[in-house]
């Protein structure tokens, strides 16, 4: 699941970044970049600087990645929870859009309800002897409550935009943000404690042996206060945790189908 739900966050990102989707099936993504992209991710800054100065347009460059480990290949990019790459596109969400309002496009002459939506990308670090992290979209109907995992599977069948389209309105929230926020952390928490714990329980495991292994080291000597700042130490590098980060998210709003 983690693997499917990174490449459609993927393609979502690009598709609402104005790139375009070349090539996408099979664990594969191609897209080609907007110059905008192309700065933000490929590291060319002489490149655009220099393009620029001789007043030429520039060549903004096609990104290949792979999500599926199965179809690395070595001439494309390998992209996994905990590479470079997707830190680096996360953190582009977090620096520029990490919360916004968007209107579901519609050509109509009549009049069109939308209804909001409070939507989320939301990732889960889960930090012991290893780490490991996952992205879930999540969206929350804020007039009747209902609620869908992989909403950015849903909107990249929909057009988005920033204003509101013509002969469209908005329907007035009911649930209220705070409220809706912690409605989704409450299934976030559900998610979490119905997932495989060994990956804590190694961590744990790994932790006390450590400590006892130290507490030998130190037998028969000093035992006072290195040894207590090595324990703690050791503590907090296998220490398991769970954390949650909200990486975007906004209020949609969008025709009454999608509930």
């Excluded at 209107?103 to 490991?132: C, H, V």
Aim: hydrophobic content about 35%.
């Amino acid at each position: 699941m983690a693997i499917k739900d990174l490449h459609h966050f993927l393609a979502s990102y690009f598709s609402a970044h104005h790139c375009d989707i070349l090539h996408n099936q099979g664990g594969m993504l191609t897209v080609q970049l907007t110059e905008e992209m192309d700065r933000a991710l490929m590291n060319r800054p002489f490149y655009w600087h220099y393009i620029k100065k001789m007043g030429y347009p520039g060549d903004p460059k096609q990104l290949t990645l792979i999500t599926d480990p199965e179809k690395r290949d070595g001439k494309h990019e390998w992209i996994h929870f905990g590479s470079p790459r997707l830190h680096q596109i996360l953190n582009h969400l977090k620096d520029n859009e990490k919360y916004t309002k968007l209107f579901e496009r519609i050509d109509t002459n009549q009049k069109t309800a939308l209804f909001p939506w409070l939507i989320t990308n939301m990732k889960i670090s889960y930090q012991g002897k290893q780490k490991m992290d996952e992205i879930i979209s999540i969206g929350l109907h804020l007039v009747n409550g209902s609620m869908k995992v992989n909403m950015m599977e849903e909107l990249q069948n929909k057009s988005m935009q920033m204003s509101i389209s013509d002969y469209c309105y908005t329907i007035t929230p009911i649930i209220k943000l705070p409220s809706g926020f912690k409605r989704i952390e409450n299934v976030l928490e559900d998610y979490v404690q119905n997932q495989p714990h060994d990956w804590a329980e190694s961590s744990l495991k790994t932790m006390e042996e450590e400590i006892n292994l130290l507490r030998h080291f130190y037998k028969g000597e000093n035992e006072g206060t290195e040894m207590e700042k090595e324990i703690k130490e050791i503590k907090e590098r296998y220490s398991p945790y769970i954390h949650f980060e909200v990486i975007n998210g906004g209020i949609f709003y969008l025709t009454e189908n999608t509930a």
